[in-house]
């Protein structure tokens, strides 16, 4: 069960946001800050980039976040030394100014999940499997022809643990998460917090997972922006890749000017 502390509110209900509004920035690791790489561990993040985002986070006056589907402590290796409010697990984990604010528990049939999932990529060459203690996902990305049968297994043993988890699909990939958590409901618990409360939020993502994410920002007067133009997306604007938002950022870091308009490509 995903337990969520209240906020401290700021703020009343959401409004549209003016186009002068100062933003939040919420962004995504996989796919976004960085390359889809073939295994979960071979991610390369350009060395400029936790540099340039703790600047950022500073011009921004603090509101600026990660929310992704990895664990909170890998982001923070990646990341090391710097250290940034980040929703993990997509959303199974809250941390902001350096405490966890929420923790999901680890669902009672995790470990038969996480048994049944190792035996499979025992037996298939190319299947990855990343046990997040709380969610566990499935990969294929090196093993495409065995997607059809990584999702049967995924959806059979999702039925099997019940309510309390879903499973979300993405790039090669298929993950059970805590039924609670969300990219989405994130987001709009950090915008409840003081340090965000009354900016314009912008979500940067690349993925299905991302998409509850896009409707949450639209919702509040945001801005949702997807990398890529691989399929149809609720996000309002597109970037094409990793590196056109490596770029933006790192630009903005340096130039001091980073607003909505900044992720606005023709």
């Known amino acids: 069960m995903t ?15 003016a186009p002068d509004r100062e933003i939040a ?6 796919g976004t800050l960085v390359e889809i790489a073939p295994s979960p561990e071979d991610v390369n993040l350009d060395r400029r980039v936790a540099p340039a985002l703790t600047t950022l986070r500073a011009q921004l006056g ?13 982001l923070d ?15 199974a984990q809250i941390r ?26 025992n037996s298939h060459v190319g299947i990855i499997v990343e046990d997040k203690r709380i969610s566990v996902a499935l ?5 495409p022809a065995l997607q059809d049968e990584a999702l049967v297994l995924m959806r059979s043993v999702a039925a099997r643990m019940g309510p309390g988890m879903r499973l979300q699909e993405g790039k090669a990939v298929a993950e059970l998460v805590p039924a609670g958590a969300s990219k989405g409901s994130a987001i709009a618990w950090l915008m409840a917090t003081p340090v965000y409360a009354g900016r314009q939020p912008v979500f940067i993502g690349d993925d ?3 998409e ?6 639209n919702a509040m007067g945001g801005i949702s922006v997807r990398i890529g133009a691989d399929r149809e997306s609720h996000a309002s604007c597109r970037l094409a890749s990793p590196t056109v938002l490596r770029h933006i950022l790192l630009e903005a870091a340096e130039s001091g000017r980073l607003s909505a308009s900044s992720f606005k490509q023709d």
Do not use: C, N, Y
């Open 212 to 217: 509850d994410g896009f409707e949450a920002v």
């Open 25 to 30: 920035l919420f962004l995504d690791f996989d």
């Open 96 to 121: 902001v100014d350096d405490e966890i604010r929420s923790q999901a528990d680890m669902h009672e049939g995790m470990r038969a999940a996480l048994r049944d999932l190792v035996r499979f990529a």
């Open 208 to 210: 299905i997972t991302d």
């Open 3 to 17: 337990t969520l502390t209240e906020p401290d509110i700021a703020t009343g209900p959401h409004e549209i946001a």
């Open 77 to 91: 290796k990646v990341l090391a030394p710097h250290r940034f409010d980040i929703a993990g697990l997509h959303g």
């Open 62 to 74: 603090g509101a600026l976040a990660l929310v992704s589907g990895r664990p909170i402590a890998f």
């Open 139 to 143: 990969h294929w990305r090196l093993a």
